[in-house]
Antibody, heavy 122, light 112 residues
Framework: EVQLVESGGGLVQPGGSLRLSCAAS????????MDWVRQAPGTGLEWVGRARNKANLYTTEYAASVKGRFTISRDDSKNSLYLQMNSLKTEDTAVYYC?????????????WGQGTQVTVSS | QSALTQPASVSGSPGQSITISCTGT?????????ASWYQQHPGKAPKLILYDVSNRPSGVSDRFSGSKSGNTASLIISGLQAEDEADYYCSSFTSSSTLRYVFGTGTKVTVL
């Protein structure tokens, strides 16, 4: 059974930093592209960014709203995905989900974690 | 890049069929056959119910089906059941320079 478990969320002041982790199990993590998606309170979903697999040189890409502030990384030896968030803004307040990409073509996200809450407030 | 447009709410009686539309542009929904749909119950993570416009992942009920015409994708739920009451989001791969995936605004489905 595929499991994705996020951790690391919490309350942080504007301008602060936070690192989220996503522990994966039940599938061959190293083969998959992995994504972060967030959901602000009472609103819809927003794609945050992606980490490709080793075959694609672990390249990353980001939404314009977080580019330059957020960094996605992965450790295949630990079956883990990370999201380093710097220069946090109040508008970054959201539940953050990690998700597996169905394939490399763009078909969507077939497995999701339960999410971790990030609150940016003074 | 704006969110894909969905109706805020759709309702139906048990056993009926409902359709949720998802309108984008030629840079996303219209340009690729990569529209996907997600079901989200309150307090839960989204669940993939359709991908590549009309394909169902293993284990998803065949009461869920999808189609696309031009820049609009559609989710059809037939034989509506109480458990279908949830929020539904569409998504699409996009050629935008600011995003790789764009999501819809979300639709609240109410079973009367």
């Amino acid at each position: 059974e595929v499991q994705l478990v996020e951790s690391g969320g919490g309350l942080v002041q504007p301008g602060g930093s936070l690192r989220l982790s996503c522990a994966a199990s039940g599938f061959t993590f190293s083969d998959h592209y992995m994504d972060w998606v967030r959901q602000a309170p009472g609103t819809g979903l927003e794609w945050v960014g992606r980490a490709r697999n080793k075959a694609n040189l672990y390249t990353t890409e980001y939404a314009a709203s977080v580019k330059g502030r957020f960094t996605i990384s992965r450790d295949d030896s630990k079956n883990s995905l990370y999201l380093q968030m710097n220069s946090l803004k109040t508008e970054d307040t959201a539940v953050y989900y990690c998700a597996t990409s169905l394939n490399s073509h763009g078909s969507g996200f077939d497995n999701w974690g339960q999410g971790t809450q990030v609150t940016v407030s003074s | 890049q704006s969110a894909l447009t969905q109706p805020a709410s759709v309702s139906g009686s048990p056993g009926q069929s409902i359709t949720i539309s998802c309108t984008g542009t030629s840079s996303d929904v219209g340009g690729y056959n990569f529209a996907s749909w997600y079901q989200q119950h309150p307090g839960k993570a989204p669940k993939l119910i359709l991908y590549d416009v009309s394909n169902r992942p293993s284990g998803v009920s065949d009461r869920f089906s999808g189609s696309k015409s031009g820049n609009t994708a559609s989710l059809i739920i037939s034989g509506l059941q109480a458990e279908d009451e949830a929020d539904y989001y569409c998504s699409s791969f996009t050629s935008s320079s600011t995003l790789r995936y764009v999501f819809g605004t979300g639709t609240k489905v109410t079973v009367l």
